[in-house]
């Protein structure tokens, strides 16, 4: 694997965690307006926003995110 396509390899997954990341954040946003902040699932996808939220400052710190790129 070359530097370009490692380069790649890690653009392709940070875009695709901070996807992950947006659609949790609306779905947790749903469930907190239905009054469900106690289920299985809510819960679930906060432990799930944490890790992603890590992964995305860790981006950050090394500048491999887009927001670190002046995109």
Do not use: H, P, W
Request: hydrophobic share 25%.
């Amino acid at each position: 694997m070359t530097e370009k396509d490692r380069l790649c390899a890690f653009e392709k997954m940070y875009c695709e965690i901070y996807e992950l990341y947006e659609n949790g954040r609306k779905e947790i946003e749903d469930l907190k307006a239905q009054n469900k902040e106690k289920t299985y699932r809510f819960k679930e996808l906060a432990g799930q926003q944490l890790l992603r939220n890590y992964v995305i400052k860790l981006y950050e710190q090394y500048g491999l995110s887009e927001k670190q790129k002046g995109r």
